[in-house]
């Protein structure tokens, strides 16, 4: 088990990414409290990207659904190869965490590695309800720049309620 914990900090770069982007518990543990930002992506042009990332380049990466479950998963190095090893440890979580409904993007040898992604693959960007005006205006220069049109929310607490609603801004 050793060579495993040396090997996924050292060699496995994992993004991780939610479908649950209206959770305002989501919000707060991964978006500073919702003063941090959401970023939308379109999976399958994801997915394809992956796909050709590995054709491309022969690197393993791929987009994966986590899996929540009670007990750890029962791995049998006889039958399974390191990579599908490793992706079960990477991909299994405890139901507790189950609202998130998450998603990772395993890059294998890709650890401490920047991913640039095609254009069209963001679809949008949801701003925190709480984000400071400077780093709206940061967002929205950045958005003015890019080649392909980002769809930009902003996120609002609801009156009378617990949640949030979004609201579309044009820039």
Same mark, same amino acid.
């Given at each position: 088990m050793s060579a495993q914990r040396e090997i996924i900090p050292n060699r496995i770069g994992v993004f991780s990414l939610s479908w649950n982007y209206k959770s305002i518990l989501?919000?707060?543990?991964?978006a500073d409290s919702h003063k941090g930002y959401c970023v939308g992506f379109n999976v399958g042009k994801l997915k394809r990207f992956c796909e050709k990332t590995f054709l491309e380049?022969? $690197?393993?990466i791929s987009l994966e659904e986590v899996r929540y479950q009670e007990k750890y998963p029962f791995i049998n190095a006889y039958k399974l190869s390191s990579d599908e090893r490793l992706k079960c440890q990477l991909l299994t979580k405890s139901p507790e965490w189950q609202y998130e409904k998450e998603y990772r993007l395993i890059w294998f040898l890709g650890a401490n590695n920047r991913l640039r992604i095609d254009? /069209?693959?963001i679809r949008r960007v949801i701003l /925190?309800?709480?984000?400071?005006s400077a780093d709206k205006d940061e967002i929205i220069s950045i958005l003015k720049t890019r080649k392909d049109r980002i769809y930009l929310y902003e996120?609002? $607490?609801r009156r009378d309620s617990f949640g949030l609603d979004f609201r579309f801004v044009k820039y």
């Open positions: 989501l919000w707060s543990h991964y380049h022969q $690197e393993t254009d /069209g693959i /925190g309800c709480r984000m400071t996120a609002k $607490e």
